[in-house]
């Protein structure tokens, strides 16, 4: 078998370069790839691009990369639960590139999938739309978006196997199989590794193929950002 | 009395119907869920990847791989379905939404909508906000009519960066319903005390009135 | 709930209409939607455009379409299993688009998702690439192809429930979640239907939200186009 | 002595590596499948949406639900998985397959592939062909060397439609073996018991021929 499979994820960080673009799974702090940004965090890689819906919290997830002051630019819809944020945005040290979240997601997956660009109606006449072509189509206006690529992709799973085949659990999915596909190198961190065959193969929402290196990590911290609870009925 | 809170609330649930798949905003929308009547059947889309969305857990319950699109820890109902965001997102552009309830700052008489930042505040991104009311069948905003200090939310031209243009079908504030139509802004209902008079004093916007406003106004004059 | 499920495949076939565009699953005669077709048959809609990787064989599948000559035209990537078609196609009467596999089922994944069109480099300096636009993109040229709808979509899954979630069997996959996407009107048919709640909410192939109408097929032939063996070894 | 079919096969066969995500066309291609040595781990993409192609099921244990891309009933193996069309493509279009091996009808010096159609027959549609070519990391073409009536299948320019433009990486033929560099076309390995002469001679493109080979046959003489 060809080994993808490594002990530890400081054994295979150090594929990440100063000034990289890495793409990042996970929506808000659902899904993330806790092990990853530790590792990225204390390994200080400098001038990275990161594409991921959200930036984290303050104090959790690509969160920790911003206060270290890791990260140059980033491409995401929604950063508003980031107060590190406001302040590097606002002194000019970190280039801010807003992507509706359909359009992110669309642009991610064209990457992995090797289409160029597309047509979206998403943002047409508001800012967002500045500069960029537009069409119609169908007496419909649409934008032309990009793809996006990443030297790495980040990826947090539930159950792999030492090929790389995936499975989320829930709403963990969210953007992890898009980055999946648009790293050059992608590096997928799951709870569970479990032995070839295990995983039904009709059921794999990642296949092999798209994972190059693959680690299990240990006790997963998972925060909840917001915690909503309903009482328990009496009887 | 209901507070103008409740108002828009009680009406815009009214918009949700049996067999309807449904994604609501997130704050005062996400509230709707509460008042949909157990009789009628409804899929709540969230749009990080999750179609059939169930209540809050109880405590203790809580689940971090299972959120809504506002964080919050959420439960699936029987019959849901979990996807990625690209899943999440054709099926919102692609026009299988049958109904997107959302906040808004400003609606223009054209049915521009303003809902995602202000000139001059930190920007916080607009998620999903743009692609919603490009994709989904029936877009419908509840905001307040006026401002916390009297001004109209409910403009000739939104004065804010749009969230699209020409996206909004049905308007509902605290004090009135507006439809866009193909003739243009059209006052259909009116929530509260308030006079078509009241209605157009503190609305911007052009609109004409219902026929059947009219007849019911003049009935209950 | 709202009633998605219907008894029998000719209980709802009279959506489809003379003329009306449809996008079919399977592949070769993999994933079929046998009794979809075979209600078409016999209720002989003409005019029909259809929209599939392949046309059946000259007996089964959507030759039986061509045998009544009830289709018009056909979008497809490979017709070489039948012969009918190149006899109609010949004398004039059926129209034929060819598009490479890839583009395609992005075609119709576009279709359903939303996106007008999209570039590929599939098909750039080739005779598919006429009349098409074509954009330089970092350096490297595509081919502007545009999204397919159908006003039906007929699909054929492994198990589905009365809310029309569904999940296909190996590579019965094939187009079929692509076509369910993209009909004004999905049709699914299923060999299982089973409860709401039995499918595992976390592996759906198909979330409800596309299906309009779900039925229970009998006694499937699944026909095998070239059945390939190995002899079994003697231990 | 291996036939001119079988020294095609042996050779092209050793293009596949351990850790490969291959696709081997529909025909002769399919066949390499059983020259990969045991010692070798690989996935073989089947673009209807397996990877991971296993042996043919043993007589009685067909299935109708997993075919291969030319329609045989096959297995999956180990650490398979299947996946839609539109994903299948994703795999191919976007890079990630590692060697495809296809059929040829014609190539020319600058590697631009003609294999799907002859102007004049009944048009069967190029199937996944032209996707493939511009997707895999590498695109190695199998086919003979001449036609049989004698012609040469090695071209300056293809005189059928092509299936892509300068796609083609390396080209194995019954008596050679030519990669497509960016200073043109070279010829690096002679298959068989042909010269340096007898390649060019039922060639029509421009090759020159590597330091390599030149060296070995001067060895030889």
Known sequence: MSAKQVTSMSEIIDVIKDGDTIISGGFGLCGIPEKAILALAEKGVKDLTIVSNNCGVDDWGLGLLLKNHQIKKIIASYVGENKLFETQYLNGELEVELSPQGTLAERIRAGGAGIAGFYTPTGFGTEIAEGKEVKEMDGKMYVLEKAIKGDVALVKAWKGDPYGNLIYRQTARNFNPLAATAGKITIAEVEELVDVGELDPNFIHTPSIYVQHIVEGKSYEKRIEKRTVRKKQLN | ?221
Chains 1, 3 share one sequence.
């Open chain 2, 1 to 221: 009395m209901l507070t103008s809170r409740e108002r828009i609330i009680k009406r815009a649930s009214e918009e949700i119907k049996d067999g309807m798949n449904v994604n609501l905003g997130i704050g005062m929308p996400t509230l709707l869920a509460n008042e949909i009547p157990e009789t009628i059947d409804v899929f709540l889309q969230s749009e990080n990847g999750l179609l059939g969305i169930g209540p809050y857990p109880y405590a203790g319950e809580e689940n971090a791989d299972l959120i809504n699109a506002g964080k919050e820890t959420v439960t699936a109902r029987a019959g849901a379905s979990f996807f990625d965001n690209a899943e999440s997102f054709a099926m919102i552009r692609g026009g299988h939404i049958d109904l997107a309830v959302l906040g808004g700052m400003e609606v223009s008489e054209d049915g521009d909508l303003a809902n995602w930042m202000i000139p001059g505040k930190m920007v916080k991104g607009m998620g999903g906000a743009m692609d919603l009311v490009q994709g989904a069948k029936k877009i419908v905003i509840i905001m307040d009519h006026v401002n916390k200090h009297g001004e109209t939310k409910v403009r000739k031209a939104c004065t804010l960066p749009v969230t699209g243009l020409k996206v909004v079908d049905r308007l509902i504030t605290d004090r009135a319903v507006f439809d866009f139509t193909k003739d243009g802004m059209v006052l259909t209902e009116i929530l509260g005390n308030g006079t078509i008079d009241d209605i157009k004093a503190c609305t911007e916007a052009s609109f004409t009135v219902s026929k059947k406003l009219l007849e019911g106004v003049s009935k209950n004059d």
